[in-house]
Each structure stands twice: as C-alpha cells, then as structure tokens.
C-alpha cells in the first residue's frame, strides 16, 4: 500500500475497505478509502488543511466525508458513521457521525471489506473476523439484514467473488436466496445499473452463469432468464467491443428498470429490431450500422453463424464507388443512387475481389 503522508496524532486515522482488503491479498488497490474514528471534516480542517501538499477537494456534510489530494493522490476520508436505510435499498441516512470503529464496520457490505488499518502504527484491526474469512476465501455479510438494507450488495457479492475467487458463506448465501425470493423493486436501480456495470466488464462467463443460476437477475427483471449457450467470455475476447458489460445485460432480455443512456437503449433496439437473415446481402445491411455489440447479442441470443460471418469476412468488405463516380456517368442524384450501390454490394458481396473499375462497369451495365 502507498503511504499517506498524513500525520495523525490522535491515532484514530485508519485505512478502511477495499484497500486494507487488497494489501492482505498482496493486490493493487483502485482506490484508498480511509476512515477517522471522530468528525473526519473537522480533523482534516483542524489538523491537515495547512500541510504541504495538501489540499481539500470536495466536503460532503451530511455524510461527513471529506475527499482530499495529497502528494498527488486522491483519498476519501469519512467519519466513523452509523446509517438507516429508510428506504430499503436507497441511500442510507446517516444516523450519528463519530461512532465507534465496530459500529462503522456494521454498516458496511462484508467482513473481507470491513477491516481497518492504523495509519500510525499500520496495526490491522479486525472487529468482525474478515481477517478468517480473507483466509477462508469468504464471503459473509455482517448481518441478517444486510440484503434487505441494500440489495446491491448482492451483486458486489458476485463481483469479489469472480475478482478474487471466493465464495458466499452458506448463510450469506440463503439470505440471498430468501432475499431474491421476495424481492419488491423498491430500490434504486442506477445503484444497481452501477454494480452490473462494474461485475459484467470483468468478462467472465462464469460470473455470468452465477447471476443466472443463483437467480440475482431477480434484481433486474421479475421474468425468468434461462442462460444462453453461447460462451460470451470467448466471443468477447475475439470481437472486442467497447460496452462489454452491456452484451451481458442484454442477455437478460428485460431492462426496462435500468436507466440507460440513449446509445445503450439503441444497442437493445437495434438488437431486438433484427430479424432473421437469410443471406449475405441481408446479413450486411442489417449489421452494417450498428454497433458491435449488437451483433454480438445477435450472435449470441440468435443465430451466432450470420453474426461471425459479419464479424470475420463481410464487414470487411466495402464497396469503392461513391456518388461521384454516378455523377459523373452521367446519372442525376436520385433515390436510385442508393439501389445502385446496393446491386454493386450485392455484386461485391459475390465478389469481394471487384475492383473500382469492374464497380463502375457494373453500374454502366445496369443504365
Ligand atoms: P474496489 O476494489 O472495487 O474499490 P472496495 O471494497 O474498495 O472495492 P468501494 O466501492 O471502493 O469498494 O467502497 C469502499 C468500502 O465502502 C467498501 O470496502 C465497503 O466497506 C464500503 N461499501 C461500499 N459499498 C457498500 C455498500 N453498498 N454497502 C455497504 N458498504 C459498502
Ligand atoms: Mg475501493
């Protein structure tokens, strides 16, 4: 772990989270996330905002963190804090700020991310038994409620369990089953649309063929989704696409509740658009404008041949002659230049060793 050059007199500075969890594992961290056991603004305005190299970037009162930069690094610090979930599901509200170490460890998602650092003594201290469950290669949340308070922390389940190859703890994963059996959609579907994003890019097939099997597409859709037979890892990593996470999704058939952007509803529509395609001609037209993820959801859910015969030969293929070359054979611009070029591509298709020059006779033959 990087050393934060933060001094801290009080002892009560610690590291906390993914970043305790990752240096155990001997990992590289995204991000750092550090916990003060107190008011974490009013330590840092106190104590740090005067320091070289230091700089306070954003406050966040009502959640009592504070994000700084420090020797170039960005760092969040919180207060120790304890949350209600009002609305189960949603932003929790904070209920006391400056709370003790064990009752800001209760509010977090599972015990491998509930261990805290010194930032003094770099002493590792261990209130609910992560550090066992580090060893174990487990997965537990803190307690019985945890799902009902936030459900998205059932895809963060899945999300560490991929990364680093754990599993649930048998009762973590019954209260996920009982959670996923009398889900209500009374959530906030952005947060959930967020861990989709992040477990789905990891490309794995076998993350996705949990998200089926132990049903946490529950969390997206009320109807059932059977796996598809297709391995999306393995056409990934062939035809590279950039919203990885999305050819995942897509798979889930039903996404109405996520919040998508308009290019990401327009991978869908194109998707669900195309029918069936019988030719070379009909396969290039349908994929020939839409994204590659589209094709590769084709590929997946539909017909997997047309979609690689797109993806391996007929993409590359273009046709050369454009609306200068009929100008100036003398045609007018008309909606006839457009089922010219498409006889050339039909021809081309047949042909892909055409050059310009058969292109334009090809045309002469035709006026
Ligand atoms: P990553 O390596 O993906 O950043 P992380 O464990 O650091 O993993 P963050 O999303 O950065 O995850 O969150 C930092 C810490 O905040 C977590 O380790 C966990 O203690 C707590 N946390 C994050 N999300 C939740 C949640 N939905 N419910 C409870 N605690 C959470
Ligand atoms: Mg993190």
Same mark, same amino acid.
């Given at each position: 772990m990087e050393i934060i050059n933060i001094k801290d007199t009080s002892n009560k500075l610690y590291?906390?989270?993914?970043?305790v969890r990752d240096e155990l594992l001997g990992i590289e961290s995204f991000d750092i996330d550090m916990t003060y056991e107190g008011n974490a603004i009013e330590f840092v305005?106190? $104590?740090l905002q005067n320091l070289q190299n230091f700089e306070i970037l954003q406050i966040n009162e009502p959640f009592g963190t504070v994000r700084v930069k420090t020797d170039g690094r960005e760092v969040d610090i919180a207060s120790t804090r304890e949350e209600v979930y009002e609305k189960k599901g949603h932003l929790p509200s904070v209920t006391k700020i400056g709370c003790s170490l064990k009752e800001d460890a209760m509010r977090r998602d599972f015990t491998i991310n509930a261990l805290y650092k010194s930032a003094v003594s770099g002493e590792i201290i261990d209130l609910t038994g992560g550090l066992d469950d580090l060893k174990n290669k487990t997965i537990r949340v803190l307690h019985d409620g945890s799902f009902i308070d936030d459900p998205t922390r059932i895809i963060r389940g899945l999300k560490f369990s991929i990364r680093f190859g754990f599993d649930l703890d048998e009762? %973590?994963?019954? *209260?996920? =089953? $009982?959670?996923?059996? +009398?889900i209500n959609y009374d959530m906030c579907c952005k947060r959930v649309k967020k861990e989709l994003i992040e477990t789905f890019n990891l +490309?794995?097939? &076998?993350?996705? =063929?949990?998200f089926i099997r132990q049903k946490i597409y529950k969390l997206v859709t009320e109807k059932d989704v059977s796996l598809p037979q297709e391995n999306i890892e393995e056409l990934i990593k062939k035809y590279p696409v950039e919203n990885v996470w999305l050819v995942y999704a897509g798979c889930i058939g039903d996404l109405s509740r996520l919040p998508l952007t308009k290019n990401e509803q327009k991978i869908l529509d194109d998707f669900n658009a195309t029918g069936e395609l019988k030719n070379d001609f009909e396969i290039y037209k349908a994929f020939e404008k839409v994204s590659r =993820? %589209?094709? *590769? *959801?084709?590929?997946? *859910?539909?017909?997997? &041949?047309?979609a690689e015969r797109y993806l391996e030969i007929l993409s590359r293929i273009k046709i050369e002659i454009s609306g200068e070359d009929l100008l100036k054979l003398g045609l007018k611009p008309s909606k006839k230049f457009s089922e010219i070029f498409d006889y050339v591509l039909l021809k081309k298709l047949e042909n892909p060793e055409l050059s310009k020059e058969d292109e334009i006779n090809i045309v002469r033959g035709i006026i």
């Amino acid at each position: 772990m990087e050393i934060i050059n933060i001094k801290d007199t009080s002892n009560k500075l610690y590291y906390v989270g993914g970043v305790v969890r990752d240096e155990l594992l001997g990992i590289e961290s995204f991000d750092i996330d550090m916990t003060y056991e107190g008011n974490a603004i009013e330590f840092v305005q106190n $104590n740090l905002q005067n320091l070289q190299n230091f700089e306070i970037l954003q406050i966040n009162e009502p959640f009592g963190t504070v994000r700084v930069k420090t020797d170039g690094r960005e760092v969040d610090i919180a207060s120790t804090r304890e949350e209600v979930y009002e609305k189960k599901g949603h932003l929790p509200s904070v209920t006391k700020i400056g709370c003790s170490l064990k009752e800001d460890a209760m509010r977090r998602d599972f015990t491998i991310n509930a261990l805290y650092k010194s930032a003094v003594s770099g002493e590792i201290i261990d209130l609910t038994g992560g550090l066992d469950d580090l060893k174990n290669k487990t997965i537990r949340v803190l307690h019985d409620g945890s799902f009902i308070d936030d459900p998205t922390r059932i895809i963060r389940g899945l999300k560490f369990s991929i990364r680093f190859g754990f599993d649930l703890d048998e009762h %973590t994963k019954k *209260l996920q =089953e $009982n959670y996923l059996k +009398n889900i209500n959609y009374d959530m906030c579907c952005k947060r959930v649309k967020k861990e989709l994003i992040e477990t789905f890019n990891l +490309n794995s097939q &076998s993350a996705f =063929e949990k998200f089926i099997r132990q049903k946490i597409y529950k969390l997206v859709t009320e109807k059932d989704v059977s796996l598809p037979q297709e391995n999306i890892e393995e056409l990934i990593k062939k035809y590279p696409v950039e919203n990885v996470w999305l050819v995942y999704a897509g798979c889930i058939g039903d996404l109405s509740r996520l919040p998508l952007t308009k290019n990401e509803q327009k991978i869908l529509d194109d998707f669900n658009a195309t029918g069936e395609l019988k030719n070379d001609f009909e396969i290039y037209k349908a994929f020939e404008k839409v994204s590659r =993820e %589209t094709v *590769l *959801l084709y590929g997946i *859910l539909k017909d997997k &041949s047309a979609a690689e015969r797109y993806l391996e030969i007929l993409s590359r293929i273009k046709i050369e002659i454009s609306g200068e070359d009929l100008l100036k054979l003398g045609l007018k611009p008309s909606k006839k230049f457009s089922e010219i070029f498409d006889y050339v591509l039909l021809k081309k298709l047949e042909n892909p060793e055409l050059s310009k020059e058969d292109e334009i006779n090809i045309v002469r033959g035709i006026i």
